[in-house]
């Protein structure tokens, strides 16, 4: 059999320090270490939009391939732009992977959240098949689609990792907050919730870029500064995945208040280090971390938030009993390795060779 070839196509550069860049970046690894040719093209524009510069750079992109190529198109990419999928559905073989949909982010106004929504049902009716990491966005996606399309799930794999050791002796316990400085991770309901705990022993770290938006990053900043914690909450800026797997080791508790998560790979890396979880039920958080591994609330609810941190700060037995159950459910998740095969037999199930 000749090398099967993917063409993979990515708002911006793949080198992308995100949940979905990562899942991307690993699946593209995974599929050439079996085999295949995977040719990632990068698109210039502004994404989401519906923004001309990227409209273009997808049509140009598509309009070069040959026919009948095996495509697939990152949900970021596509989700705004149906023209150029309907324009050349019928000649390529399109797929798309949504690490979430569009119109589910933080933040948006109604009559935007419908319009992305509306966008993203035509370009997604234009593909052959969509893959998604969770079954929570099969469930979210099969609500607005035709019964018609395929949509199959290939959950993010999970490097095993070394059990987290925490703080150094004397040290106070550490919170851990990772992802990116943006609405939808709510690190502001973070800040807000640990106002009320000055009078416990905590430190918090709060790891992600503070890049991609800068106003939210310098509002986050300013609220540390006014909380009168700035010698206990540090803000240190996107991570690699060295530094992080330090942060993870020598940390107490992980938590992440997000609105909406369309799988949350932090969390299972969390629980890979058998840290126990704080987080809400915001999206496919519950499907991703199970009760024995940590306790969520409901998104935006900072009393709970509140509430919930206090427990953990105060009941060594709960974090020893959640972490245990976090370490055994880490055990169960596929590898990257696994995840790759699952990705390529996705392919297969959806545009056969």
Same mark, same amino acid.
Do not use: N
């Given at each position: 059999?000749? &090398?099967?070839?993917?063409?993979?196509?990515?708002?911006? /550069?793949?080198?992308?320090?995100?949940?979905?860049?990562?899942?991307?970046?690993?699946?593209?690894?995974?599929?050439?270490?079996?085999?295949?040719?995977?040719?990632?093209?990068?698109?210039?524009?502004?994404?989401?939009?519906?923004?001309?510069?990227?409209?273009?750079?997808?049509?140009?992109?598509?309009? *070069?391939? $040959?026919?009948? /190529?095996?495509?697939?198109?990152?949900?970021?990419?596509?989700?705004?732009? =149906?023209?150029?999928?309907?324009?050349?559905?019928?000649?390529?073989?399109?797929?798309?992977?949504?690490?979430?949909?569009? @119109?589910?982010?933080?933040?948006?106004? &109604?009559? *935007?959240?419908?319009?992305?929504?509306?966008?993203?049902? *035509?370009?997604?009716?234009?593909?052959?098949?969509?893959?998604?990491?969770?079954?929570?966005?099969?469930?979210?996606?099969?609500?607005?689609? $035709?019964?018609?399309? *395929?949509?199959?799930?290939?959950?993010?794999?999970?490097?095993?990792?070394?059990?987290?050791?925490? &703080?150094?002796?004397?040290?106070? &316990?550490?919170?851990? @907050?990772?992802?990116?400085?943006?609405?939808?991770?709510?690190?502001?309901?973070?800040?807000?919730?640990?106002?009320?705990?000055?009078?416990?022993?905590?430190?918090?770290?709060?790891?992600?870029?503070?890049?991609?938006?800068?106003?939210?990053?310098?509002?986050?900043?300013?609220?540390?500064?006014?909380?009168?914690?700035?010698?206990?909450?540090? !803000?240190?800026?996107?991570?690699?995945?060295?530094?992080?797997?330090?942060?993870?080791? @020598?940390?107490?508790?992980?938590?992440?208040?997000?609105?909406?998560?369309?799988?949350?790979?932090?969390?299972?890396?969390?629980?890979?280090?058998?840290? =126990?979880?704080?987080?809400?039920?915001?999206?496919?958080? =519950?499907?991703?971390?199970?009760?024995?591994?940590?306790?969520?609330?409901?998104?935006?609810?900072?009393?709970? !938030?509140?509430?919930?941190?206090?427990?953990?700060?105060?009941?060594?037995?709960?974090?020893?009993?959640?972490?245990?159950?976090?370490?055994?459910?880490?055990?169960?998740?596929?590898?990257?390795?696994?995840?790759?095969?699952?990705?390529?037999?996705?392919?297969?199930? !959806?545009?056969?060779?």
């Amino acid at each position: 059999m000749s &090398p099967r070839i993917l063409h993979l196509v990515v708002p911006g /550069a793949l080198e992308q320090r995100t949940g979905g860049y990562i899942y991307d970046a690993r699946m593209v690894s995974g599929l050439r270490q079996r085999g295949w040719t995977v040719e990632v093209h990068s698109l210039a524009g502004r994404f989401p939009g519906p923004d001309d510069g990227a409209e273009q750079s997808l049509d140009g992109a598509l309009a *070069r391939l $040959p026919d009948q /190529a095996l495509v697939l198109i990152d949900g970021l990419a596509l989700g705004a732009l =149906p023209d150029p999928a309907a324009r050349h559905a019928k000649r390529l073989r399109l797929l798309a992977l949504v690490h979430h949909p569009l @119109c589910d982010e933080t933040g948006l106004e &109604p009559e *935007r959240s419908l319009r992305l929504r509306q966008l993203e049902q *035509r370009a997604l009716a234009a593909c052959r098949g969509i893959l998604v990491s969770s079954r929570f966005t099969v469930r979210r996606l099969q609500a607005w689609l $035709p019964a018609g399309i *395929r949509i199959l799930e290939v959950v993010p794999g999970t490097e095993p990792a070394p059990r987290a050791h925490g &703080p150094a002796p004397g040290q106070p &316990p550490r919170l851990l @907050c990772v992802g990116s400085v943006v609405p939808r991770k709510g690190q502001d309901l973070l800040l807000r919730a640990l106002e009320p705990l000055v009078e416990r022993d905590w430190d918090c770290v709060i790891a992600g870029s503070l890049e991609r938006d800068p106003g939210f990053a310098d509002a986050v900043r300013r609220q540390v500064r006014g909380s009168g914690l700035e010698d206990r909450i540090r !803000l240190i800026g996107e991570c690699d995945a060295a530094a992080l797997a330090g942060l993870y080791a @020598c940390s107490s508790v992980f938590v992440l208040p997000s609105w909406y998560e369309g799988y949350g790979m932090a969390f299972a890396e969390a629980m890979a280090h058998g840290l =126990p979880v704080v987080a809400t039920t915001g999206g496919a958080v =519950p499907d991703t971390v199970p009760a024995s591994a940590g306790v969520l609330v409901r998104p935006g609810a900072v009393p709970e !938030l509140t509430a919930a941190l206090a427990r953990m700060l105060d009941d060594p037995t709960l974090r020893a009993s959640l972490s245990q159950g976090a370490w055994e459910h880490a055990q169960s998740l596929p590898d990257w390795d696994a995840a790759a095969d699952h990705f390529e037999d996705a392919l297969d199930a !959806l545009c056969p060779p």
